[in-house]
């Protein structure tokens, strides 16, 4: 994987008992402008993204590159998963570990369907690549993710202020290959 070492991309699909996830597809353009243009999905994000904007620059495949997991329902993408390096801009506790990150279209919120793709990408990263820490970063406003990140088992690093919000650093220990 391109910013978490040298792992063949894309991987195969990850199944899960209702969800799929897999590398991102011409069909899911659509639902991924929704996704960046939703106000629901972007209350902790800093506001959604212009649909016009979107519309001109999103490539045909969005978001094709590796650590971008699509989250498939039913054949439907409901959601995103992103595993990436954190880079300098993040906290320095973060710089240099696998960061995780996950967006829902509103109408799959509630059931469950975050923790369980999470889950399953946390336990690839874990199989693709032991030993790896992972970190989170949430507002603290929001109840959901970190709600979420709990479950996860991402513990508190610090909080911090940015983007005029409190913010929430969560890490989870790595786990090391049963080997």
Partial sequence: MEDLGLVPWPPEPIRTERLVLREPEARDRATYIDLLTSPEVHTYLGGPHPRDELERKTPEVP??????????????????????????????????????????????????????????????LDDTLPGEPVVLTTQTANTSSMRLATKLGFREVERFEAWGAEQWLGMRDPVRGSG
């Fill in 63 to 124: 978001e094709q590159r590796p650590g971008s997991f699509v989250v498939s329902l039913d054949g439907s993408m409901i959601g995103l998963i992103l595993l990436r390096r954190a880079t300098d801009h993040r906290r320095p506790a973060a710089t240099g570990k696998a960061d995780l990150g996950y967006l829902f279209l509103p109408r799959a919120w509630g059931s469950g369907y975050a923790t369980e793709s999470c889950t399953a990408a946390l336990d690839w």
